[in-house]
């Protein structure tokens, strides 16, 4: 109902566009487990202006992903509810990779999405939020004890990471585990790919 707009579909990838009489909101909801990239471009006649990437962005079932105003004057976020609750877990820049925070705000909502007990939960997001602690440290370290303070932010969330790991197997053991084995992988995987952010 967007004028000037279209939409089509190429096996998996789908291409949608509308005029530059106003910017617009996009809105993408996940069919299922898994990962997916977002491209925004800004064309002047045969002429790409700017072009906003969102790469291997982790989804469940339902995930909303918006993105308000592209095409607007200022670089586009991705706003990621992954619960899809009506409150966002993750805003995401464009650009090459996902942060540690940002990928830690998407692990998050994905724990919301698992049926567990208020206080698996609530165990979880203590977790949780010491790994973010211990982010906002790191960037506040000065230039010159950024090398020393790296180190023991490392070492340190290598631990609370093996804490939750060890948490998300435990769930999953025995024949009334809490977690699917399919669910606890999902959920090391991400913190896998956490992990591996750090520092870079």
Known sequence: EIPNSYYTEFGEVKYAGAGANAPVDVALVGEDTGVFTLEIEE????????TSVFSDIPVVEGSRATVEDAGGPTAPALLLDVDADG????TVAP??????????????????????????????AKIFD?????????????????AKCEHKTKHKIDQIFNKISRSIEK??????????KEDAAELLGGITTIKSNIGK
Request: net charge positive; aromatic share 2%; proline share 3%.
């Open 43 to 50: 064309v002047q006649g045969n002429t790409v202006d700017a």
């Open 87 to 90: 409150t966002n877990d993750a």
């Open 95 to 124: 650009g090459a990779g996902l942060s540690p925070q940002e990928l830690l705000g998407i692990l998050r909502g994905m724990i919301k999405t698992l049926d567990l007990p208020v206080e698996k939960q609530k165990k979880l």
């Open 130 to 146: 010491k790994i973010d602690k211990t982010f906002i440290k790191e960037q506040k370290c000065g230039a010159n004890a950024k």
């Open 171 to 180: 769930l999953s053991q025995g024949k009334k585990g809490l977690l699917s």
